[in-house]
């Protein structure tokens, strides 16, 4: 069984601009986390952004979540291993051809190739939502067929809820990886999180990879915060 690497602590940079991003970053320690760069902070700051969280000896998630067309899409992923990111991500639902044509661009990347991670069904998606796109099962199953799908593809592995790990570590193998949203630490405001657990709770799931935001970023000593957090994982 291929294990995860440290660090398993993912801290999700939700900030408007660099100028934040970078203060708080300033205050963490890369051996003990990795960081993600999402949608609104990318649109801002671009690139450069994430060559200074390198400079400062940081890995990145580029969390841009793709979901377009074969081509287009695997010429955005293919752009951002350029980039030197550590993983990167699609949407699952862009299909079999979208998600295999983006493992197959980043194959001439070899061993430094970027993780290929695939969204199944958002933590924000309920029934209901899936019902207005059509799609009658429940979330659980049809997370389930597009981490099969995901896998199916080559990639490795998916964004999911710690809830659903037991089953998909299950399903899809050991092997597969899991990346975890919705990480509280005992003492943690749960926020607008529903689905959460703690970060013992989350890997003994079968989570590989625990994003963490508020619980570190609004912390009144973030490292403090992720150095506990850190504490109680490293081991497990
Ligand atoms: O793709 C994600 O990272 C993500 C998927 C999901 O289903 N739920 C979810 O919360 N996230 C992200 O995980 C992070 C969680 O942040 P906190 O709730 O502050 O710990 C945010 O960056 C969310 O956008």
Redesign the pocket.
Known sequence: MQTPDNPRIIV?L?FPSDQPALALVDQLDPAKCRL?V?KELFTRSGPELVRKLHARGFEVFL?L?FHDIPNTTSAAVAAAADLGVWMVNVHASGGEKMMTACRDRLESFGKDRPLLIA?TV???MGPGDLAGIGITDSPEAQVSRLATLTRNCGLDGV?CSAQEAPALKAEQGADFKLVT???RPLSADK?D?QRIMTPTEALKAGSDYL?????ITQAADPLAALEAIHSEVVGL
């Open positions: 999700a939700d993600k999402g969390d979540k969204v958002l933590t924000s964004v949203p919705g990480i926020g999180q994003v963490i935001g508020r619980p």
